[in-house]
């Protein structure tokens, strides 16, 4: 037997060439292309509109609660139900509500709208992100899982690069409300890629059992809590959400407002920066490989502390374009090693919910943080916000030092016996 598994990996095609997995892949960036323009359009329509970066804020935290309601039950809903129906159904919602914005928008701003549609769309988005997450895990081997979100998460960022530029060009030459019709539009031909994808069915046959959605979420996360890397990733990047959830805005109100930028100018920074979440993307499969996960995670985290304080200090386009680089380098290398590392040792019948339960704890000091984050921007300035946000994410990744995840990234697989009593009083 040993041979013969031998001899299948030897065989075995590399990942570019797997034809499931690519189509899967090229659907997601469709999606994140059309994101990408949001990415940008939505803060310069409420900028426009209002010149409120407090506004920018109070519709990023309004959102951002939506969608940590959402994943409350997002977990429960992709273990219960079919992944990839989930997916395209939430593709096709966000395609119908985003459309409604370009539509109303044309007897003049409609800034209520918006309180309206992006939430709905944030929901729909984070039962989506779930599905996507646990969605890897049924297309490749556990032994490709870094590398198949490390493709995935580069693919993110070239369309991140694109999209923000294009996004810049068109919101100059036609207005935001332009850009945001593409973004609709993306999520139709994403839901048709999904739509030719198949998914491999669950790997370790426990059945989710219905005993109440409630009950089935905090399933996910007692798993969550009883697992020590897990518990301590969950706490210090709550922490780390709430310092940097609305660093966008901030960034879009600092380029602006600050540095006199144009759209097209605000566009340029951030496509050119996301070539830092390609670079993280591709260096965290090695980078996890040679130093492990501990000093990876630790060192991502304090790279995004730094790149914020050095934002809050320079004071001209370039300097901030590379420094915000940096920054969703640290970000990108910090967050695959962390999805990856909970798709490798939780079970598969509850790998959504425990995924939601992450998300829903991780993001919940989201909305506050991005409500408090651009507040103090517009009252005591972006260098100021950048000098404490960045010094506390700083904190972050030193606390990690003193929790288990120092030493993680040995932990048992999802199927090996030490996790068989947690995985039979969960599916109880």
Known sequence: ??????????????????????????AQSLSAAGDAFAYLAVPLL????????????????????????????GGV????????????????ARLILYSLIPLAWLA??????????????????????VAAVTAVRNLVDRDRITEANGRLQATYA???????????????????????????????????????VRLRKADDGAATASTGRLAEFLAGARFLWRQPVLRSLTVLLSVFIFLTYG???????????????????????????????????????PLRRRRGFGVTWVGALSTCGLAIVGIGLVGNVPAVTVLTAVYLCGVSVGGICSMSLRQEITPDHLLGRVTSAFWSTHYSL???????????????????????AGTGCLLVAISGLFTPIRRAGSEPAAHEPALAPAVSREAA
């Open 366 to 388: 989201g909305p506050a943080g991005a409500a408090v984050l651009t507040w103090a921007a517009g009252r005591y300035g972006v260098t100021a916000v950048a000098l404490v």
């Open 77 to 92: 809903l992709v273990d219960r139900y079919d992944r990839r129906t989930l997916m395209i159904a939430a593709d096709l």
């Open 158 to 196: 070239l369309a991140a690069v694109g999209g923000p530029l294009l996004a810049g060009v068109v919101s100059a030459q036609f207005g935001p409300t332009a850009a945001i019709a593409i973004n609709a539009a993306s999520f139709a031909l994403s839901a048709a890629g999904l739509w030719l």
């Open 247 to 285: 660093f966008t805005d901030v960034l879009v109100y600092h380029v602006k407002h600050d540095l006199g930028g144009s759209d097209r100018t605000v566009g340029i920074v951030l496509g050119l920066a996301a070539l830092g979440t390609i670079a993280g993307a591709l260096l965290v499969a």
């Open 46 to 73: 409420v900028l426009h509109a209002t010149g409120s970066v407090a506004q920018m804020g109070l519709l990023t935290a309004v959102a951002g609660a939506a969608s940590v309601g959402a994943g409350v039950f």
């Open 1 to 26: 037997m040993p041979d013969t598994l031998a001899g299948m990996n030897a065989v075995r095609p590399p990942l570019w060439r797997d034809r499931n997995f690519g189509t899967y892949w090229v």
């Open 108 to 129: 003049g701003p409609q800034v209520w709208l918006l309180f309206v549609v992006l939430p709905i769309c944030e929901a729909a988005g984070m039962v989506f992100q």
